[in-house]
């Protein structure tokens, strides 16, 4: 299980957000919406993409929601 750990790893990326209405429950921040993109490594190389929107703090960096 360690090994598998060590060989697979997950990237979340930010490809572009914007403002949105609302803001975080954590500090009170301004929240964007953002696209996201996580990318499944195994061994450094990338094998899986998933793109998915969330709603994010833009202060604190908390997520708020997600869409899937
Ligand atoms: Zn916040």
Partial sequence: MVCFCFLVDQTK?????KPVAGSCSRCGGGASVADM???T???F???YWKSW???MCTFCGAMLKSYR
């Fill in 37 to 39: 993109i996580t990318q």
């Fill in 13 to 17: 990326k930010v490809k572009q957000s």
């Fill in 45 to 47: 190389v990338p094998f």
């Fill in 53 to 55: 929107k969330a709603i």
């Fill in 41 to 43: 490594r195994f061994c």
